[in-house]
């Protein structure tokens, strides 16, 4: 009964995952493509079974030396085989393109869900259960479409198969009869009940040896993506490794993940090598098969040689259709870890949307202000950071958060960026367009380092005043590298990145910049020279910054000091800090 529901189940999210495509704006497109290659698979059937009808008139005149009838079922081959190959080649061609134009559109469906609502940030903070989603939008949208498109046509194919060639069979194999007990049994199309059978058994064998690999290749994907991004870790922290000489912890944690890899993919490899076993003599057996079940008609006379190779052609035929499954069991499984993991994903996306949304704080738009009233701020545990918090932040005021580290400044920032969902209370805050956050780490895009300044993309500005900006923060020698492209997070030291942000927020001029830790990596001269251009060259934006050092004192006007005991906050004059 468990097995029953598995299958209902994993066959509604194979539909829950297909259907949204096939009714999207490029189903028109999508359903001439697969009827086109409906078409084609049925061609081909069409064409194996005139082959079918080839096999008897051939080998009849090869055992009846009829040598002017042999060499024009040559040529007559010949033409069947060219027609069979181009409907051959057509089908998988427009399948290919079917698969192309469907992992499109579900890729970009994927990539819209994970960035939308900064779900990718959600995922990544309070998503545990779901792992690698970079893995699940590039290697397990393909593997599925491909796997469907296969198996959704290559079913097709079998049952054609089956029922045009199930009828050659029948009417070829003649009836069975034999006594038994001095009873007569005279049983009609025996070489049908045969092959079904045949068949019958294989599918049952296959599937009572292979069923653990759907478990064993889900894991397998698991490990091996976790092992891809240990590496990708190490790869992007290369430098504090080697500052720590840590290669040895780090070899350890990738020798770790590489053994659970190994082992699981052992396991899989038994398992295989069963199946290999079943279906090598599964296979070696069903050439020979038919042949032993017909010889009697044959030796008796009742049939011709090409007769019996027409039987054989057409027991093959029947039996790799229903042999399909038996076939494509490998291929089965890993298809269904591929659905498991996409409805997975697809679930967790929409649980943090709807669960880590800030539904316990009351966000209004406000024109200039910032003001927060009984504000509840806590960690994913429970444990408060602060408690009945209400202020005000005024435009044209410029404000210093400090507190003790570990007091919660950087969380109190991300959740007046509304992507801390731990949160109640009621914040009045402008759009969010007229705001930027500067973490102590800016974020560099993949691409040009004029692509890194201008981030994320709309605001324009010409060479020229890409230059001034960056020599006034100091990283005018820059400028001719301003077209290449780099991975700048590796390229630039922290101080480099952290002045670049700089640029980026004299190009933006938000009403609103925090700072979280901006300057932490510049030396005072160049934290006053890039704090100072702030306050001249964009002095509609108010600053509001959390950091530790005393000189930044002297460019705000008011502090805000968080109590990490009482979990509070309280406001101080900027002197007096």
Request: hydrophobic share 45%; proline share 3%.
């Given at each position: ?253 990738f020798k770790k993940r590489f053994s659970l890899l190994l082992n699981n ?62 076939d494509m069991y490998s291929s089965i499984a890993e298809w269904q870890a ?28 406000s024109a200039s202000e910032i003001i927060a009233r009984a504000i509840d ?201």
């Amino acid at each position: 009964m468990k097995k029953m529901d598995d299958s209902v189940r994993f066959l509604k999210n194979v539909w829950a995952l297909t259907k949204s495509y096939w009714q999207s704006e490029e189903k028109k497109k999508a359903y001439l493509l697969l009827l086109a290659i409906i078409a084609l698979t049925l061609g081909v059937v069409f064409m194996l079974v005139q082959l079918n009808q080839w096999y008897n008139i051939f080998y009849s005149a090869l055992q009846n030396y009829e040598k002017d009838k042999i060499f024009s079922e040559l040529f007559h081959f010949c033409w069947l085989a060219f027609i069979y190959i181009i409907l051959a080649v057509y089908a998988f061609y427009l399948q290919q393109i079917l698969i192309i134009n469907w992992r499109r559109w579900l890729t970009n469906e994927y990539i819209d869900e994970w960035l939308n609502h900064k779900t990718y940030y959600r995922l990544q903070m309070f998503g545990t259960a779901t792992d690698n989603p970079d893995q699940r939008i590039s290697e397990d949208v393909r593997m599925f479409v491909e796997y469907t498109l296969r198996f959704g046509i290559g079913i097709l194919k079998a049952f054609t198969t089956f029922v045009s060639f199930v009828v050659i069979l029948y009417n070829l194999s003649g009836p069975l009869e034999f006594s038994v007990a001095g009873i007569n049994v005279h049983i009609p199309g025996y070489l049908v009940w045969t092959a079904l059978l045949y068949s019958a058994l294989g599918t049952w064998l296959t599937y009572k040896v292979g069923n653990k690999l759907v478990g064993l290749n889900f894991v397998q994907q698991k490990y091996e993506a976790d092992f891809r991004f240990a590496m990708m870790r190490m790869r992007e922290n290369a430098e504090s490794v080697a500052f720590y000489s840590g290669e040895g912890h780090e070899g350890g944690v990738f020798k770790k993940r590489f053994s659970l890899l190994l082992n699981n993919f052992w396991n899989i490899i038994k398992k295989q090598k069963q199946l290999t076993w079943l279906n090598s003599w599964y296979s070696q057996i069903a050439i020979i098969f038919p042949l032993v079940v017909a010889m009697p008609r044959y030796l008796a006379k009742e049939i011709t040689l090409g007769g019996l190779m027409q039987i054989s052609s057409a027991f093959g035929r029947v039996q790799d259709s229903l042999s399909y499954f038996v076939d494509m069991y490998s291929s089965i499984a890993e298809w269904q870890a591929v659905v498991e993991r996409l409805t997975g994903f697809g679930l967790h996306m929409r649980q943090v949307k709807q669960e880590n949304a800030q539904k316990d704080l009351l966000r209004k738009e406000s024109a200039s202000e910032i003001i927060a009233r009984a504000i509840d701020v806590e960690l994913p545990d429970g444990s408060p950071v602060l408690k009945q918090a209400s202020f005000i932040l005024e435009p044209g005021t410029n404000v210093l958060i400090k507190g003790v580290s570990g007091s919660g400044k950087s969380t109190l920032l991300r959740a007046l960026a509304g992507i801390w969902p731990y949160a109640k209370g009621t914040l009045e805050i402008p759009a969010e367009d007229h705001l930027m956050f500067i973490p102590q780490r800016p974020y560099l895009p993949l691409g040009t380092l004029k692509e890194s300044l201008l981030y994320p993309g709309t605001e324009t500005r010409t060479d020229e005043e890409l230059k001034k900006l960056m020599e006034a923060c100091s990283i005018g020698y820059l400028y001719e590298k301003l077209y290449m492209e780099a991975d700048w997070s590796h390229v630039l030291s922290v101080g480099e990145q952290q002045r670049l942000a700089f640029v980026r927020a004299l190009i933006y001029k938000p009403l609103w910049l925090f700072l979280d830790e901006a300057s932490s990596a510049l030396d005072e001269e160049t934290e006053a020279k890039v704090y100072t251009l702030l306050l001249e060259d964009a002095k509609q934006t108010t600053l509001v910054s959390v950091g530790h050092r005393s000189t930044l004192n002297k460019y705000h006007q008011n502090v805000l000091y968080l109590d990490k005991e009482n979990h509070s906050l309280y406001w101080k004059e900027s002197g007096d800090v």
